[in-house]
């Protein structure tokens, strides 16, 4: 339906060309009337260092305040449509939307109530250039955003900040214990993040898919509140939904550049190995750490290669990522497997009793 008078004020409106089309415009009020105001779409796009794209607004509302490159949805036009558009308008740059961050809900003083759809784009950084209603823009450390223009924004960008942010604390993360759950998962989660485990990992192969994500959920509610990472094993729905720190995958797996794909951006994956050439071949593909092993024999991965002290050696001198060594590790072996090259050491049957006590003993000897 053609609008003919102003929604706020009822003034008649007049016919404009805005944003190169054309537009019903209230003089009174200073404002364009759009004929489809909700949704607007809103990209997430982060650079290979994982710093975030925002543009400077040229006009109100937010008028010299920054956000996401997005606007209303066109009438007609999908909003993944609407976001491409959007993006090459504001930005220069053509998106590929590679996933859905978040739906949020906004306020808008020309619209009212808005939903706002955030999706992750992929683009390249080259041909970045200001356009349209954006006077500016540019990529920000996410430590370092400016103010923000939109509340809405500001929960997307935290939603899709999450795994950037991890990936981050995971650089700058001790060494000491690596807990993979088993039997009684969330007894074993509890008591190593009292324990101050660094990283712990639900593996869980046989329970009904709602329950292991439910049990995924509960596991990484209890690792934000201790600051523990937390991954998933196997499985990337799982890992998704309960808002993991990153996933772990083993040779015959979905591979890394597949899991790269469908992940959220800085998601960090780890890659069982268990000789040089397939830790060469994990790092050259993206890998973020090397789950190596066996070290020892254990009859938890009966059949599984061994690699051996002297591979694990061989591999922490020739790969610079972090090795978390597992299989048949104890505390009366750990300090040789420290020296071998290992940041981490992973254990499934040692940490079942005392879990929180054997925790510490492992970071201290890590520390």
């Known amino acids: 339906m053609l609008k003919i008078f102003c929604p706020r004020c009822g003034r008649k409106l007049e016919a404009r060309i805005i944003e190169d089309r054309p537009r019903a415009f209230c003089t009174a ?24 794209l925002l543009v400077k607004r040229g006009q109100d509302p937010g008028k010299g305040l920054w ?33 859905l961050v978040a739906l949020e809900m906004g306020q808008n003083p020309l619209a009212g109530e808005v939903l706002v759809v955030g999706y992750h784009v992929r683009t390249a950084e080259a041909g970045l250039r200001a356009g349209d209603d954006a006077v500016d ?14 509340q809405s924004h500001a929960r997307i960008i935290e939603r899709a900040g999450r795994p ?24 074993v989660a509890r008591e190593a993040c009292r324990g ?28 934000r509140e201790s600051g523990t990472l937390f991954i998933v094993n196997d499985q990337l729905d799982i890992a998704m939904l309960s808002e993991a720190d990153g996933v772990h995958l083993g040779q015959d797996d979905v591979a890394l550049a597949d899991a790269r794909r469908l992940l959220p951006p800085g998601m960090i994956i780890g890659i069982s190995c268990s000789s040089l050439a397939e830790a ?3 790092e050259r593909r993206g890998a973020d750490y090397l789950g ?35 299989g048949g590790i104890n505390l009366g072996n750990m300090a040789e497997v420290k020296a ?13 009793d005392d879990t929180a006590a054997m925790v510490k003993a492992v970071n201290a000897i890590f520390e």
């Open 340 to 352: 071998a090259g290992a940041k981490y050491t992973a254990m499934v049957r040692e940490f079942q």
């Open 67 to 99: 956000c996401l490159p997005g606007g209303f949805q066109e009438t007609g036009e999908t909003p993944e449509a609407c976001m491409r558009r959007e993006l090459l308008e504001e930005t220069g740059l053509v998106g590929e939307v590679t996933g």
């Open 280 to 282: 060469r071949e994990a």
């Open 29 to 52: 009020c200073r404002a364009a009337v759009y004929e489809n105001p909700v949704p607007a779409t809103a990209a997430v796009v982060f650079n290979e260092r994982h710093e975030l």
């Open 196 to 223: 101050g485990a660094r990283i712990v990992q639900y593996r869980e192969k046989d329970a009904p898919a709602s329950q292991r994500l439910a049990t995924a959920r509960r596991i990484g509610a209890l690792c």
């Open 164 to 187: 950037v942010l991890a990936r981050r604390r995971f650089g700058d993360l001790a060494g000491g214990a690596y807990v993979v759950t088993s039997n009684d998962h969330l007894r």
């Open 292 to 326: 190596v092993g066996a070290i020892f024999p254990t009859p938890v991965k009966a059949g599984y290669p061994l690699a051996g002290i002297d591979g694990l050696r061989r591999i922490a001198a020739e790969v610079s990522l972090p090795l978390v060594a597992i």
């Open 137 to 150: 823009a540019a990529y920000f450390p996410l430590a370092q955003l400016p103010g923000l223009a939109f």
